[in-house]
C-alpha cells in the first residue's frame, strides 16, 4: 500500500525529469538531414554514386559464382539423401535370387500370423535372433511357427516368424521366401531379412557348429542382397530386445561375428 506523502513525493520527481526531458529533446531532425544534402560537395555526391556502381559491379560477378555454389552444395545434398539410403532404388529382384543346395526350403503355411503372403520390397538390414528355447531343434521351430495358422483369424493371437532358422547340427531351413515379409522384428519388418538361431542352454550362446552355418548363411546373403557386415544388426538393435542374448550381453562376440561374416564374404 502507498501513502499520500509517499504518492507525492514520487509524483514531483516525475515532474522534475519530465521537464528535463522537455529541455533536452533534440530539434526534429528533418531539418538537419535537409542541410546535409544541400551543404554536400558535388564531388561527394558522385563518389557515393560510384560505390553504388561498384557495389551493384560486385553484386553482378559475385551472384553467378555464388549460385554456382549453392546449386552445387543443394545437388551435393540431393546426391548424399539419394546415395545414403532414402530414396536409393533397390535393384534386386528378391524373387529371382536362387537359393543354394546347402539351405533347405520348407516353407510354413501362409496365413495371417505367421506368414502373411506381403512382398518384401527391399533388404537393408540382416536381422539376427536366438530361438530363446533352450535345446529346441530347427524343425520344431519351424512347426511352431507353421502352427500359428490354426489360431482363430477372427481372436487376437500370437504372431511370429522368420525367413531363416540354424539348426543345433547346423542345418539352414528356409520356411519363408526372401521376396515375402515376416513378423520378426517390428517396425522394421517392411525391409529386414530375419535369422532364427538355435542354442544349446541358457547362455544363448551357439554351437559351434550352429555358428559357423549362421557365418556362412550370413555372409551369402550379404554377398546376393549387396549388404556388407555393416548391416547385421541383432533383434535387439531393431527394438531393444534382449535378442540375440548372449550377443547382446557380449558385445565383444557380437563384434567378432560380424568380423567373421566380413571375411566369409570374400571366399
Ligand atoms: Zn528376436
Not at 529541455?23 to 560505390?51: F, G
Not at 529371382?96 to 510354413?108: A, C, G, K, L, R
Not at 539352414?172 to 531379412?193: G, K, M, V
Request: aromatic fraction near 10%; charged fraction near 30%; hydrophobic fraction near 35%.
Amino acid at each position: 500500500m502507498r501513502d499520500k506523502k509517499d504518492r507525492t513525493s514520487k509524483d514531483d520527481i516525475f515532474e522534475k525529469d519530465y521537464d528535463k526531458i522537455r529541455q533536452i529533446q533534440p530539434k526534429p531532425r528533418e531539418n538537419s538531414d535537409q542541410k546535409i544534402q544541400r551543404t554536400e560537395p558535388s564531388s561527394r555526391r558522385s563518389l557515393s554514386k560510384n560505390r553504388q556502381k561498384k557495389g551493384a559491379f560486385f553484386l553482378k560477378t559475385a551472384a553467378v559464382p555464388l549460385l554456382a555454389i549453392a546449386i552445387g552444395a543443394a545437388a551435393g545434398l540431393g546426391c548424399g539423401y539419394y546415395l545414403w539410403g532414402y530414396e536409393r532404388p533397390y535393384s534386386i529382384n528378391l524373387k529371382e535370387v536362387s537359393i543354394p543346395s546347402w539351405i533347405e526350403q520348407d516353407f510354413i503355411r501362409k496365413n495371417l500370423f505367421s506368414r502373411p503372403d506381403v512382398t518384401l520390397k527391399r533388404v537393408d538390414n540382416i536381422v539376427i535372433h536366438y530361438v530363446a528355447n533352450a535345446g529346441s531343434s530347427a524343425a520344431a521351430n519351424r512347426s511352431y511357427f507353421n502352427n500359428l495358422a490354426d489360431q482363430d483369424p477372427q481372436q487376437p493371437g500370437t504372431v511370429g516368424g522368420s525367413h531363416f532358422i540354424v539348426g543345433l547340427e547346423g542345418e539352414i531351413l528356409q520356411i519363408i521366401p526372401i521376396s515375402e515379409i515376416t513378423y520378426a522384428a517390428a517396425p522394421r519388418n517392411f525391409d529386414t531379412i530375419s535369422i532364427e538361431v538355435c542354442h544349446p542352454d541358457e547362455t544363448g550362446k551357439f554351437s559351434q557348429k550352429t555358428y559357423d552355418s549362421l557365418v556362412r548363411l550370413t555372409a551369402w546373403l550379404c554377398n546376393e542382397l549387396k549388404l556388407s557386415s555393416k548391416d547385421l544388426i541383432r533383434h535387439h538393435d531393431v527394438s531393444g530386445k534382449n535378442c540375440p542374448k548372449y550377443y547382446v550381453e557380449n558385445e565383444d562376440a557380437w563384434k567378432e561375428f560380424k568380423k567373421d561374416v566380413k571375411s566369409a564374404m570374400k571366399k
